[in-house]
Nanobody
Framework: QVTLVESGGGSVQAGGSLRLSCAAS????????MAWFRQAPGKEREGVGI????????NMVDAVKGRFTISRDVAANTLYLQMNSLNPEDTATYYC?????????????????WGQGTQVTVSS
């Protein structure tokens, strides 16, 4: 059974930075897609960014482009989300997800593996 464990969340002021990590229990090269999603209270889960681990291509949603960067360290079996210039609208629980097949950020319900989430709170 694959497990994904997120860490790195916390409380920061607007303009600050955080780096989220998602440690996988297995070789992440077996996952064609790894992604970050977030869910704010009272809102639906939304995609943040995705990396296609086989090819290294990435895609970030417009709301975070230029501020957030998704990356991975295959040797460490870890997915990262570097978040800069945070604002209160970024406050949410952040989840990592992985799947052996090619996915998109629009198909969150189809990802096979999920982490438990890490809370990010940004104050103004």
């Amino acid at each position: 059974q694959v497990t994904l464990v997120e860490s790195g969340g916390g409380s920061v002021q607007a303009g600050g930075s955080l780096r989220l990590s998602c440690a996988a229990s297995e070789d992440i090269s077996r996952f064609a897609s790894m992604a970050w999603f977030r869910q704010a209270p009272g809102k639906e889960r939304e995609g943040v960014g995705i990396i296609y681990t086989k090819y290294g291509g990435t895609n970030m949603v417009d709301a975070v482009k230029g501020r957030f960067t998704i990356s991975r360290d295959v040797a460490a079996n870890t997915l990262y989300l570097q978040m800069n210039s945070l604002n209160p609208e970024d406050t949410a629980t952040y989840y990592c997800a992985a799947d052996p097949t090619i996915k998109s950020l629009r198909s969150s319900s189809s990802y096979r593996y999920w982490g438990q989430g890490t809370q990010v709170t940004v104050s103004s």
